[in-house]
């Protein structure tokens, strides 16, 4: 074991490598810096451009990227009450209120909640993932036939308020993975006889139409006129000690939610926010200086949303399933890498796994440095107008998906998902069930094929495996649940009525 | 937004077929053999299901029609002539290479948006193409499209 912590972690500070990491870092913090542009829209813009640098130096950029670019939204929604990412929007409850009077504080105590947040979660993915993976080696074709489907499920049931929605975006992510030719068959499926389709759907053109394309579509459609131009004097960037010793608790509980909630498929940043900053103020002994500039409110959110990283690395790297949006790229980026995540990871390519937890301590630690010492520069990144920033998004989501397999039609491609994806989200279909239909869909269909074969055609194979049943139960009453709660909620209303009269 | 509901259910219903139709003809014998057209049927029908299922539930709301597309607003007018800029785009890509492209397509969003400034109009397009050139093309050595001409 030693000797691949040790070769992991020569690789990781490669002054080539330490570079990427910074160089992704601060990307994601300008990312995350500019309202509009999410964690998720760097990450894919970034990707193709990780496959020049080589394996362990891409995915070393990417994990910058992905800190990075979390803690950026902490600073517009500071500075100008606008959260540069949904995961920063609690952040302005108490941010910006503290910021009109002492900004320098503010952002210092966000940027040392950040750095905690992502360290701690980051440790906690290097404790807890090798002990999963063991687990999960038990795992058979039911097993993740049915993880394939829990993961499908939980990400459906909560990204839609119409459950058939959210359904319908797994299916037809789902549904575009089926297209080529069948792996186990050698059939071509839905391919029209074109030879580009016959390769099957790419990921990465698809990811960047729906997240990088279809964000700057909204971008152009509300126009935002008004530009931040408020010039902020920074008077502090080091966070007192009274507020360490103040926020102390606060940080360290809510950096076990952010990993608890991380961890958990389909939840994400935003949530874990909302849910630390609710706890931290139910917890409080003094509660009332909560949404007037409490550095407890700062550092709740920053704490959580942060160590949302880590723990959403940790279904990742040891079952194969994405815990949110953002590591769903990482998988597909992983996956092009040749680093197939899987129990069998820790087995196979146990340095590459360590290179990635090392990687993403590292990521954090190039966080708070740049926090800390850059944030006079990032602070301004807010100003720069729309009218510029959209074009280059453009341009870079063309680059982008160009640079993956230097296939013009892949621009058109990834033009077409951007145009229908944008549609799409105005008519509240959630994009991440698309995005892991996409991703899951052929593990899901390999691995019901072979359950098929092992049971001799018997369904009853995904309800004699106890992991399998009780998976399978779990994704049924997570897309249920909001049929359910409706129906609650409506006889409740019914009873209320009822005694009104 | 009932009314793109129930066009987006029809869409979906038509592809369920879609899916279902097409992959008839795949072998299959049985379920311990199920071949390449199991699982897309299996889909095909799901989505015929969840379709109707869409359809019935927009007819059945109560709450009032949520209009969330208007094709009559500024900001959706300025997404399709975004949209129309994209499309000669991708044919000054195609037939005249990736920069003459990106040339038209960044000055013509800039004006979109709100951009008058004539040297600003001229820098941002040269700014990018120099930054994209010197990035992609000497340091990474990727070779952009060059179009069907060149």
Known sequence: MMEYFVSALTQ??????????????IVGILAGAMPGLSSIMALTIVTPFTFSLGGNSGILMLL????????????TAILINTPGTANSAATCLDGYPMSRHSPGRALAISTMASTFGGLFSALALFFTAPMLAKVALNFGAPEYFALGIFGLSIVTGISSKSVFKGIIGAIIGLALATVGIDVISGQPRFAFGSVYL?????????LIGVYAFAQGLTLIE??????????????????????IKKTSPTILGCSVIGTIIGAIPGTGGDIASWLGYTQAKRFAKDSSQFGKGDPRGIAAPESANNAVSGGALIPLLTLGIPGDAGSAVMLGALMMQGIIPSPLLFENQPVQVYIIIFGLIAANICMGLLGFGGIRIFSKISGVPKEILTPIIFVFCCVGT?????????????????????????????????????????TIEKNLQKALVLSDGSFSIFFTHPISCVLIV?????????????????????????AAE | MK??????????????????VGTMDFPYHGLSDIGGGFWPKLLGGALLLCSIGLALETALKKQPDEVTIDFRSEGMKRVLIALGIMVVFSVLTYILGFFVGTFFMVISCAILLGERNKVKLLAIPVGVIVFIYVVFEMVLHTNLPAGILF
């Open chain 1, 222 to 243: 509300e126009k935002v006129t008004e530009k931040a131009k408020k010039d902020i004097k920074l008077e502090r960037i080091l966070p007192t000690w009274a507020d």
């Open chain 1, 402 to 442: 160009f640079c993956m397999n230097h296939n013009v039609y892949d621009i058109f491609f990834m033009l077409i998902a951007g145009a229908v994806g944008y549609f799409l989200i105005k008519l509240d279909f959630a994009m991440p069930p698309v995005i892991l239909g996409l991703i899951l869909g052929p």
């Open chain 2, 3 to 20: 009314k793109y509901n129930y066009i987006v259910a029809a869409v979906l219903l038509v592809v369920g077929i879609g899916m279902i």
């Open chain 1, 12 to 25: 990781v500070v490669q002054p080539l490598n330490l570079a990427v990491i910074l160089l992704g870092t």
């Open chain 1, 64 to 75: 910058g990227v992905f800190c990075g670019a979390i803690y950026g939204g902490s600073i």
């Open chain 1, 198 to 206: 016959m390769g099957g759907i790419a990921y990465i053109p698809l």
């Open chain 1, 474 to 498: 779990i994704a049924v009453v997570s897309l249920m649940l909001p049929l359910i709660t409706y129906f609650v909620k409506k006889k409740q209303g019914k009873n209320e009525e009822a």
